[in-house]
């Protein structure tokens, strides 16, 4: 009679599936609450202490860490490993039917303690997948709820399945130990294991969940998902109230949307397109805010996302006017002003998202045989000082347009040049190779907007030049890191049209 062992935490189809196995004339083996779900639903179990002659031991810590478990697992469909095994009075275990603790659900759950997540490292579970998995060419390993119709539908076939199914759920027991190592690593690394200078970790473990798969990529021949490091995340950790579903582009878009947005802390806008902000501004309100921030670049905007830091009311609604939107992310939307836009632009997606501000996280790219991994910038580091380099000083407006342009600069792709006043964009230029480039695309965009504006860049000027474009359009402040060999040269440019420039010290790349 073969005999199967089961010790599952999610116990969903369990009887269905033994009752099953139990017809097909397999004997089952039973731990703890399973062994107890099983008698209640009528089934004859062998408790696993019978089988070890050993009791639960640790308040259920130890219950399958025994020879008489293992050793049937893993031995060998060989004359010598059936002699070893019945040596020592042990009989051989074909199937093993095993899932493991929600380590991963618990450590999502905000204020979990320590204590807690380590009570859900489980050991014998992954023992037991590990062991039947190395021996898969004997043992089934069913690690899978999902998987349960169709191992029944193999055993109850004429002819015997093939080896490479047997591998491929061996496979899905080792990608899910895997994956649960992986997280129970990256969460005990979080505070130890850090370089302290650089804020990085010498082996980096990140465990991934498809959560969502997309429509495609950035283009429709590729193909594309969102994973989380937890499996009941949300994009973006949002509740997505209304419109299409998300896109590939969507959400990368409404990431940074989301970035640049809490980076201010009045009622701010921000309109995003191809992962550039086309505008920004802040006002009492967001129905303020948004017109200043579509006058930037109206052009651009159509077809852009939307984040503001504050409740999206019926004002801004109405300020909306006829621009086609993508998305909206908003910390909450009133119920009117969400069944408004439910109502009027159905495609639209609304994500409300907690206003949290942007935690500690790493920014991960691939490249060819490799990724590379830095700390996320969120702006300038504490000990960061402004320093007036020219002959004038700003005064107490411009010092203000030119705070807000150097929180906006920040969210442009470099080379970034941003043109504002007072809390608004009024000219973006960025994504170029060409710091020249970037200003002049900034000072067409701003057009008349550009007299009377302040500048920002995100890193220094290598030449006057594309100082002096921005004098000849009107600008009557700059803000920028400074730090280049010709310095001097760009000082007595601003000096000699009467200009005032900050140097912040911090550059802004953003590649």
């Not at 997280?183 to 294991?193: M, P, R």
Request: glycine share 8%; charged share 20%; hydrophobic share 45%.
């Amino acid at each position: 009679m073969p005999r199967a062992i089961l010790s599952v935490y999610d116990k969903t189809g369990l009887p269905e599936f033994a009752e099953a196995l139990s017809r097909l004339g397999w004997d089952l083996v039973a731990s703890g609450g399973t062994a107890r779900v099983l008698e209640l639903a009528g089934l004859t179990v062998t408790p696993v202490e019978q089988i070890t002659q050993a009791p639960e031991m640790l308040g259920g810590r130890v219950k399958t860490l025994h020879p008489a478990v293992h050793a049937a697992i893993l031995a060998r469909d060989t004359t010598e490993d059936m002699a070893a095994l019945a040596e020592q009075g042990y009989a051989p275990i074909d199937m093993v039917v095993c899932n493991l603790y929600p380590f991963q659900e618990t450590v999502a759950k905000i204020g979990v303690s320590l204590a807690e997540a380590i009570e859900q490292i489980d050991i014998g579970g992954v023992a037991l997948l590990r062991a039947a998995a190395k021996n898969f060419q004997r043992v089934i390993v069913v690690s899978d709820p999902a998987d349960y119709p169709l191992v029944l539908s193999l055993l109850q076939a004429s002819e015997p399945a093939e080896m490479h199914i047997w591998r491929q759920l061996a496979a899905k027991a080792f990608a899910l130990t895997r994956d649960y190592d992986t997280a129970i690593h990256s969460y005990l690394s979080q505070e130890v294991g850090i370089d302290a200078d650089r804020g990085l970790p010498d082996v980096l473990s990140i465990g991934l969940t498809r959560v969502q798969s997309l429509r495609y990529g950035e283009n429709p021949h590729q193909a594309a998902s969102l994973y989380a490091t937890h499996p009941s995340a949300k994009p973006l950790g949002a509740d997505v109230l209304g419109g299409k579903e998300l896109s590939y582009n969507n959400l990368l878009d409404l990431d940074a949307a989301w970035h640049a947005v809490l980076s201010f802390e009045p009622s701010t806008v921000v309109i995003v397109k191809h992962l550039t902000p086309t505008g920004i501004a802040t006002a009492d309100t967001l129905a303020e805010a948004f017109p200043l921030a579509l006058m930037s670049d109206p052009v651009s905007a159509f077809g852009g996302v939307i984040a503001v830091n504050d409740v999206v009311d019926d004002a801004f609604v109405d300020a909306l006017g006829t621009l086609f939107v993508e998305a909206i992310a908003a910390p909450d939307f009133t119920a009117t002003a969400q069944q408004r836009l439910n109502t009027s632009r159905k495609n639209c997606r609304l994500l409300r998202i907690e206003p949290r501000t942007v935690e500690a996280a790493l920014d991960v790219r691939s490249i060819r045989d490799g990724y590379l991994i830095q700390t996320i910038d969120d702006g300038d580091p504490q000990q960061a000082e402004w320093r007036v380099v020219t002959q004038r000083a700003p005064t107490p407006t411009e010092l203000q347009a030119l705070r807000f342009g150097w929180r906006a600069v920040q969210h442009v792709k470099s080379n970034a040049i941003v043109l504002a006043k007072e809390q608004a964009t009024v000219g973006i230029g960025g994504g170029l190779p060409s710091r020249l480039d970037a200003a002049r695309l900034a000072i067409e965009k701003a057009g008349a907007h550009a007299q009377g504006s302040v500048l920002a860049s995100d890193a220094f000027f290598p030449f006057p030049d594309a100082l002096e474009v921005g004098i000849q359009a009107g600008i009557t402040a700059v803000v920028q890191p400074g730090g280049s060999i010709r310095d001097q040269a760009v000082i007595e440019a601003a000096d000699a049209a009467g200009i005032a420039m900050i140097f912040t010290g911090t550059r802004h790349f953003r590649h």
